[in-house]
């Protein structure tokens, strides 16, 4: 197995309110490994946040909120060049500050207590178009709801929809100048369901833009991986909380599952692999800017097992 291939299998899933659908997920999908390769993956992740932001210096409240998260996933190659993926990921989720209300409708899990809950499952295919020193992979995807966890207040923990995802991913090492340099970017177009709640909901267009960049580089012969990652996305359409005004009654009660939101984070990645088999990994993503979201951090650990 090569070392890019190795490398980049390490579930880098990031998220906002990935917890609200980040999914944020930026596990460089432009590697597809040998044909017949199955790999294993156990993920796990924090995300604290202070508050709600209408933009990244007009906070609407301190209303803190802790994440726990993990998530589930395999990769395997039936045949050479196609890769195929699952992710299933389980959360917990605490407002930290039950006495302040979420309006216009309170929040169903705004209690203090830790709730729990499947999120969506991601089923997503990939076929790697080109597949020399530069990668380039195209993918598809599906996320599926699973549990029914809350989609209101402080404490819900994503938009309860289906979506469908088409975009690509493009990888270079930087051979023969620098042969341990890597750079990868994605983009991820979604196609959402409506959140039809009521007719005006399903008004709201729930599609979005995904950005992913990545930068790193190979030290210990390939056994270690440093990179400085970055993670962007884009409501197309949706609540603004700076003209919530001009939204109708309806979508000003459901506007958690209707935000116009975007978020920009940055942060690194660190991997190891362990034996020939298995990997760890530390990721660390951090808020920069945003609208209409959560001031979140995210701290996480994951661990891969080659099974074929």
Not at 24 to 44: E, I, M, P, R, W
Not at 267 to 289: E, P
């Amino acid at each position: 197995m090569s070392i890019v291939s190795w490398s980049m299998k390490r579930g880098l899933w990031v998220a906002a309110l990935w917890l609200c659908g980040f999914a944020a997920n930026a596990h460089a999908q432009a590697v597809v490994d040998d044909k017949g390769s199955l790999t294993l993956g156990l993920d796990y992740q924090y995300g604290s946040a202070t508050g709600v932001v209408i933009s990244s210096s007009e906070p609407i409240s301190k209303a803190p909120t802790t994440n726990h998260s993990v998530m589930l996933r395999a990769d395997y190659t039936p045949i050479e060049r196609l890769g195929l993926d699952i992710a299933v990921p389980f959360m917990a989720i605490t407002y930290n500050t039950p006495g302040f209300t979420h309006t216009p409708v309170a929040g169903e899990w705004d209690d203090g207590a830790r709730h729990y809950s499947f999120q969506d499952a991601e089923l997503g295919a990939r076929y790697a178009v080109v597949d020399n020193v530069l990668k380039i992979t195209p993918r598809i995807a599906l996320t599926v709801p699973l549990g029914g966890y809350a989609t209101n207040g402080f404490a819900a923990i994503g938009r309860h929809l289906f979506q469908g995802h088409i975009g690509a991913s493009v990888q270079r090492t930087l051979d023969p100048i620098l042969p341990n340099l890597f750079i990868e970017a994605s983009y991820t177009f979604t196609i959402s369901q409506k959140y039809d709640a009521t007719p005006d909901t399903a008004e709201i267009n729930q599609n979005r833009s995904d950005l992913a960049g990545m930068i790193g580089y190979y030290f210990l012969d390939g056994r270690l991986i440093l990179d400085a990652a970055a993670n962007y996305r884009a409501h197309i359409d949706g609540v603004d909380f700076s003209n919530f005004g001009a939204f109708t009654k309806d979508q000003q009660d459901y506007h958690d599952a209707l935000l116009k939101e975007s978020f920009f984070y940055l942060g690194g990645d660190v991997t190891y692999r362990v034996t020939d088999d298995m990997y760890i990994g530390v990721i660390a993503r951090f808020f920069m800017s945003g609208r209409n979201t959560r001031d979140q951090n995210i701290y996480g650990l994951s661990i891969g097992y080659d099974l074929l």
